[in-house]
Each structure stands twice: as structure tokens, then as C-alpha cells.
């Protein structure tokens, strides 16, 4: 198979000095136009965005009016665009938005697991705790999918499944701010249960671009912005204001939002995918972007490690922020790779190398 089909190694792990594995990954990174302007690998390759389509998700639940309706607030939008720790703050939220909604935890259709953090874990385990549906790290998005269903008078009942009038709605919001014909956007079955769209990498990009883009451009005058750009701009501050809600303690999205300060938005995906928005700036106009930039990420084999090292490394590549706020990334860039005695046993080596697309002064 070709480097093309198959993706370019990003990343070799060392053992000593003897090479351990090969990682190979896929990046587009584009404009608020949708051109492409640098890529790595495959830009067009089919992905499944997993939790990373949450923004756009969230955006057909809240074109719903479902927000108003039942009075969730800007962390509780966030809470919708997240994968959570399951701390108990998470937990606390989605309770009260389905109590908001009239529904309770039993007409949830995700499913309890393990948590993502390990100071959550330990906690659970000390407390002999089984997780139930509420406990999700997709709880608050499928929280808001009931509020949507409940605005437009749909049944509670079966919400999660593809024919169901809400996800109808959704899948056509999806391809629609991905500027895609609907039958061009694939769909799978998600972990916590929910459809999940899969569509050419550079589309997550472009999701980003527009998140940061419509962020950028929502103070202008009342009435000379589209009520999609509104509610795109207000996804990205629900997430910026409240980056805790997307994530939680020690997790990556939480780190980078909190470090950027509103200057950019990011959100993982499942099995390694990853999209950033950034809004315009002199770093933006320097690498050729009209309006705001979005960088989307695909790791072939899964690995979060990786993927995280990959966007990190895009962050410098890209210059993106200061070198300060870089510099706080270094241990994702540069992951300690330590045994259990602490010793060092190894090292990962980035290779991606962007290539810049066409004519960006067009």
C-alpha cells in the first residue's frame, strides 16, 4: 500500500535505541473558506470524528431552541460539547439539566463505564461505586439530545436512534456546517450509543475554522450576523468559558483551552481524531488564512498519546500562541516515557512535516 493510502509515519517510539513502533496520522489544516492551505498525509481521508462532531451535534440541539426553553446555560452547553471526567461536578450538571428537561436517568441510552480519569477511578473503586448512565462521559450531550427531542415535540422514547426526528435534524446540521450534501456524511453507532458521522478529515477542519471564525466575528452589530453563525459563536465560548465542562482535571482539552485563554477552541475524538479552531490573528494572516484557522488530526492506530504529541507539535509548527503558552505542552509533545521505577526507557520522535497547499495569497 502507498504512504497516500495508508497515512506517513508521525511518530517512531524508541526502546534504547532499538525502534519499538511506528505511528502514522493524517492533518488538513484550513481556513473559514474551507482551502485547504497545509496538510500531512491524506487530508481527505474518511474519519469518524467520534466526539469530536460534538460542536455540530450540540449546534442542531440548540437551533432546537431546546437552551432557552428549559434555561441551560452557557457551562451546560459546554457540558454537551464534552467528554467528561465523570467528576462529581459533571455528574451534579447533567442531573440537573435532565431534572430541567422533566427526564430522568433512566431515559438516558448511554451506558455507565469506567471513568476517563484516574483520580476518579481511584475514587469509585474506594467507594465500591458502579457508574450508571448519568456517569457518562457523553451524558451532557445525551442530556441535550433529550431537551432537543423535547422542544420539537418528538418522543423521549428511541431518541438515539437514526430515524428518530431529532437525529434526522442532527445529521442534517451536521452536513450542512460541514458544507456537505447529507448523503456525502456516512454514519456509524458511537460508544455512548448516539449516531456518529464520518467525513473527509479536511470537513473536521473546516467545523473548527467556522467555530473560531463565527466567534471572532459575533460582536459585530446586532442583526449582521446569521443566527447559525450566532450559535456557532456561542458553542465556542460555552466551551472557552467553561473548558472544565469539556473535560476535566489533567485531561488535555482542559489544558490547552485554559492555557489559550478564548484564543482558540479543541476537542478529541475517540481512537485519536482531533479538531482545533483557531480565530484570526497576525498568527492566522501570516500562514495565509482568510478569517480563522481549523486544524483537524487522524491517527491511524488509535493512540492518544500520539495524537496529543501530534497536536502539540502542530501548535509549534504552526507558531500558534506564544512560546510560553507552547512551552506548556512540552509533555505532550515529549511524553516521559518511564518505567515502573521511573527509569527512562525510551523516547518518541515526531516526524510531521507539513506541506503547504497552493496559492495562499489568492
Request: with cysteine; aromatic share 6%; glycine share 8%.
Amino acid at each position: 500500500m502507498t504512504a497516500h493510502a495508508t497515512g506517513p509515519i508521525a511518530a517512531t517510539t524508541y526502546r534504547g535505541e532499538a525502534i519499538e513502533n511506528t505511528h502514522r496520522a493524517h492533518v488538513a489544516v484550513v481556513d473559514a473558506q474551507g482551502r485547504l492551505l497545509y496538510q500531512f498525509g491524506n487530508p481527505a481521508r474518511l474519519t469518524l470524528a467520534r466526539s469530536a462532531a460534538k460542536p455540530a451535534q450540540a449546534l442542531a440541539v440548540l437551533e432546537t431552541g431546546a437552551l432557552e426553553r428549559f434555561g441551560f446555560d452557557e457551562a451546560d452547553l459546554a457540558l454537551m460539547c464534552g467528554s467528561h471526567n465523570s467528576e462529581e461536578r459533571h455528574i451534579d450538571r447533567a442531573r440537573q439539566m435532565l431534572a430541567k428537561t422533566q427526564a430522568s436517568e433512566t431515559d438516558l441510552r448511554c451506558g455507565g463505564h469506567p471513568p476517563l480519569s484516574d483520580d476518579v477511578y481511584r475514587a469509585w473503586i474506594k467507594r465500591d461505586f458502579t457508574p450508571g448512565a448519568v456517569c457518562s462521559n457523553c451524558s451532557g450531550k445525551h442530556a441535550g439530545m433529550l431537551a432537543g427531542a423535547r422542544a420539537i415535540g418528538a418522543a423521549l422514547q428511541d431518541y438515539h436512534l437514526p430515524e428518530h426526528p431529532l437525529q434526522l435534524r442532527v445529521k442534517h446540521t451536521v452536513a450542512e456546517v460541514c458544507d456537505l450534501p447529507d448523503e456525502a456524511v456516512q454514519w456509524a453507532i458511537d460508544g455512548c450509543n448516539l449516531p456518529t458521522p464520518a467525513f473527509p478529515l479536511e470537513r473536521l477542519a473546516r467545523l473548527y475554522a467556522k467555530l473560531a471564525d463565527a466567534a471572532a466575528h459575533s460582536t459585530e452589530a446586532a442583526g449582521s450576523t446569521s443566527s447559525r453563525t450566532a450559535a456557532l459563536a456561542r458553542i465556542y465560548r460555552a466551551m472557552t468559558t467553561y473548558p472544565e465542562m469539556v473535560a476535566g482535571e489533567g485531561r488535555f482539552c482542559t489544558a490547552l483551552m485554559r492555557c489559550f485563554d478564548g484564543a482558540l477552541v479543541g476537542k478529541v475524538g475517540a481512537e485519536a481524531s482531533y479538531g482545533i479552531g483557531v480565530r484570526p490573528n497576525e498568527q492566522t494572516d501570516r500562514l495565509g488564512a482568510k478569517g480563522a484557522l481549523g486544524i483537524a488530526v487522524k491517527v491511524e492506530d488509535g493512540n492518544k498519546t500520539v495524537l496529543y504529541a501530534v497536536v502539540a507539535d502542530l501548535l509549534t509548527q504552526l507558531e500558534i500562541g506564544t512560546v510560553a503558552q507552547r512551552a506548556q505542552f512540552e509533555s505532550f509533545r515529549a511524553p516521559p516515557m518511564l518505567n515502573t521505577m521511573g527509569v527512562e526507557t525510551g523516547r518518541m520522535v515526531l516526524s510531521v512535516a507539513l506541506e503547504a497547499v497552493g496559492d495562499k495569497t489568492a
